[in-house]
């Protein structure tokens, strides 16, 4: 790890749900169930609990014929297969489907996409309706996983699958319906960057497709006021340099510009990278390559030092034992 420039490490990865969002498509594949903007079926093994179902965009819980299969929201962790837990590749093996985003899919080892019966991904923007589609499979009488790096519950889609569930009027018992977590960026990224998540710490995406700015800059005032170490998700995109910049701004508003700030860029992928600077280089850094939807920033607070090359948050022992 090194101050300022970048270095090769492992780690994960933050989500898409910073991209948009889009509306379910109308065409049905092979499994009986319907299949939604760009994506596609990528095997076909023949399930023996497939139905016949077509169209079934927006599909209520009673127009499903078949007993309802299983629906498991995964998380693969970091990109590298050796991240991923042992109850996620369990959960995976085991499944009958598996849905995703097209870069999520790609990340699974061959040991995993050779054993399910078919594959079914997206590419950006298509949160909803593969997430539907998902939901639609299972419905159909399929056990289902739908994937999502790091965990499920961190800017992911357990909660969109719970809502699509609600209104199509099926339940989460229906289908079995479990969460399987994963190692989340904020965790896996510390890890590259040393200790600085060891005390109070709060996560805010810049993404404002699903949250208003006003709201988010709201959040990083009251976070960059208070004592918290900061992960910030979701930081740059070109249609979205403003967002960084503001964020920017209010952290300095609140923070020395000293403060230590760790980069991390597609961990756990290829062209991973890492980097520790400060605060008052940050904004600068958004015209680089290391920031982009891919990487996971995270900001320390007044304590966070910078020691041999990694940052420290300290957690207040120094304050009640001599060491």
């Known amino acids: 790890m090194s101050t300022d420039h970048n270095t090769e490490q492992t780690g994960d990865s ?5 991209g948009c969002t889009a509306t379910s498509g109308s065409t049905s594949d092979s499994g009986g169930c319907t299949a939604g903007s760009g994506g596609g079926s990528r095997t076909d093994a023949g399930s023996t609990k497939r139905q016949s179902v077509e ?20 998380g693969l962790g970091p990109g590298h297969p050796e991240g991923m837990t042992q109850r996620a590749r369990a959960a995976l093996l085991e499944a009958e489907h598996i849905v995703g985003y097209t870069t999520y899919i790609d990340l699974l080892p061959d040991e995993i996409t050779d054993a399910t019966d078919d594959l079914y991904d997206t590419p950006m923007c298509g949160e909803v309706s593969r997430t539907e589609e998902a939901i639609d499979r299972a419905l159909a009488g399929n056990d289902v996983a739908i994937i999502g790096s790091g965990d499920p519950n961190v800017y992911a889609l357990s909660g969109l699958a719970l809502e699509i569930l609600e209104s199509k009027g099926a339940t989460a018992s229906m289908v079995d319906y479990e969460v399987v977590p994963g190692v989340p960026a904020a965790q896996s990224c510390s890890a590259l960057l040393g200790a600085p998540l060891v005390n109070d710490t709060v996560s805010i995406s810049l993404s404002d497709h699903l949250v208003p700015m006003p709201e988010i800059e709201s959040r990083l005032h009251a976070a960059a006021g208070e004592s918290f170490t900061i992960v910030i998700y979701n930081p740059w995109s070109r249609k979205r340099r403003d967002n960084f910049a503001k964020c920017c701004e209010i952290l300095l508003a609140h923070r020395d510009p000293d403060t230590p700030v760790g980069i991390v860029h597609g961990a756990g992928r290829d062209d991973e990278e890492t980097m520790i600077t400060t605060l008052d280089r940050l904004e600068d850094l958004g015209e ?22 990694r940052m420290v948050t300290p957690r207040g022992y120094e304050t009640k034992y001599d060491y």
């Open 14 to 18: 933050s989500d898409d749900s910073g």
């Open 55 to 74: 169209e079934k965009i927006d599909a209520t819980v009673e127009e499903f014929d078949a007993d309802p299969g299983q629906l498991t929201a995964v």
């Open 288 to 309: 680089s390559d290391i920031i982009d939807m891919t990487t996971t920033i995270l900001v320390g607070n007044a304590e966070t030092y910078v020691w041999d090359d």
